[in-house]
């Protein structure tokens, strides 16, 4: 008895610690856009700069690019505050040009976001780069890179991966449906719906507030958590819920919402008008192969665990459960604040 008491208080005190360690990240979860720098070359050596510069809250993160050595401001810059970054325009000379000289963007280590950086030469080549925590700088190359935008693909893969929220409403989905026949039909009609709305909201047909998006979505997550509770009570046998009984129509729904949000990520970088449709698929294709990666590890760890034949104790199983509704019930909280005190 002893021993099995001294386990249990192991196990929550481990939860305790993971939630505490990752309490700082989780309370911005998708709040951080990445940022965008483009440079468009107007004359030999003369540059027409965009920066976007990503916020928090409606604070500008401490993000500042480092022009190669040589290059002066040939104007003042200008300044726009936008839903979400901070926009500022100005004229670079670099009488040295560009090729061979290192980019920066200094105090991107100390954030969870990337830059995407996109210059345009005199002679119509373009060159991407995607700048990350890890490392800010790159050294800019005679030859445009060939990548390009295969970019995009990557931005949607880490956009899916640091969304938390996002990730948390797929689980919520997981917890629920246990058919494999209607998780594929629930996962599907998700896929279709935010696919919908990233695209409309992309090509600028509809778009919808911040602030208020990202409380109805943190909503969506904290309405997952009783429906999965009623799951694990017996409640599928009762098909006691709409939810329960058609949760790919509550998908549906709530993806609606939740591409809304996607496109918010693509809209932040300023995307050309020219790259806009190969932007929209590479980055949509992104989110999903993020997203079909975390179901498959979800049902590859339920299968490892049903075929190790390992029991929990009941207050084990619910720790998900209540985790879900925990941060759900949070994130609320925190965005319905932000909507009412801006």
């Known amino acids: 008895m002893n021993r099995l008491l001294n386990f249990r208080r192991a196990v929550v005190g481990l939860c305790q610690l993971c939630v505490l360690a990752l309490l700082?990240?989780?309370?911005?979860a998708h709040e951080l856009q990445p940022g965008f720098l483009q440079l468009i070359e107007t004359t030999p050596h003369q540059y027409d700069v965009l920066w976007k510069q990503p916020t928090s809250l409606g604070n500008p993160l401490r993000l500042t690019p480092v022009f190669p050595a040589g290059c002066q401001a040939a104007n003042a810059a200008q300044s726009e505050v936008l839903p979400?970054?901070?926009?500022?325009?100005?004229?670079?000379?670099?009488?040295?040009?560009?090729?061979?000289?290192?980019l920066s963007i200094e105090g991107l280590e100390a954030f969870a976001t990337d830059v995407l950086i996109r210059i345009e030469h005199g002679d119509g080549r373009v060159e991407t780069h995607l700048l990350k925590p890890v490392d800010p700088s790159v050294t800019l190359n005679e030859v445009a890179q060939s990548r390009g935008?295969?970019?995009?693909?990557?931005?949607?893969?880490?956009?899916?991966?640091?969304?938390?929220?996002?990730?948390?409403?797929?689980?919520?989905?997981?917890?629920?449906?246990?058919?494999?026949?209607?998780?594929?039909k629930t996962i599907t009609s998700f896929t279709l719906a935010h696919s919908i709305t990233l695209a409309i909201a992309t090509l600028g047909s509809i778009q919808l507030p911040t602030a208020p998006l990202e409380a109805l979505i943190a909503l969506s997550i904290l309405f997952l958590a009783p429906e999965a509770i009623r799951v694990m009570r017996g409640g599928v046998e009762n098909n006691s819920s709409l939810t329960i009984s058609y949760p790919w129509l509550?998908?549906?729904?709530?993806?609606?919402?939740?591409?809304?949000?996607?496109?918010?990520?693509?809209?932040?970088?300023?995307?050309?008008?020219?790259?806009i449709?190969?932007?929209?698929?590479?980055?949509?294709?992104?989110?999903?192969?993020?997203?079909?990666?975390?179901?498959?590890?979800?049902?590859?760890v339920e299968r490892g665990i049903h075929l190790l034949k390992i029991h929990w104790p009941r207050w084990v199983e619910m720790i998900p459960v209540y985790t879900l509704g925990t941060l759900g019930a949070f994130w609320t909280i925190q965005r319905v604040a932000v909507v009412f005190l801006r």
Not at 84 to 102: D, T
Not at 164 to 171: A, K, N, P, T, Y
Not at 252 to 275: C, I, K, M, N
């Open 84 to 102: 979400q970054s901070w926009v500022w325009r100005m004229r670079l000379s670099c009488p040295k040009g560009l090729a061979g000289q290192m």
């Open 250 to 275: 509550v998908a549906f729904t709530f993806g609606l919402l939740h591409g809304f949000a996607f496109a918010s990520g693509l809209a932040t970088l300023g995307v050309p008008q020219d790259d």
């Open 24 to 28: 700082p990240y989780v309370a911005m």
């Open 277 to 300: 449709a190969p932007a929209l698929l590479l980055f949509n294709l992104g989110v999903e192969l993020g997203q079909l990666s975390f179901v498959l590890l979800f049902i590859a």
């Open 149 to 184: 935008r295969w970019t995009y693909l990557t931005l949607g893969v880490e956009h899916i991966a640091l969304g938390v929220d996002h990730l948390l409403f797929v689980f919520g989905l997981l917890l629920i449906v246990r058919n494999r026949w209607m998780l594929i």
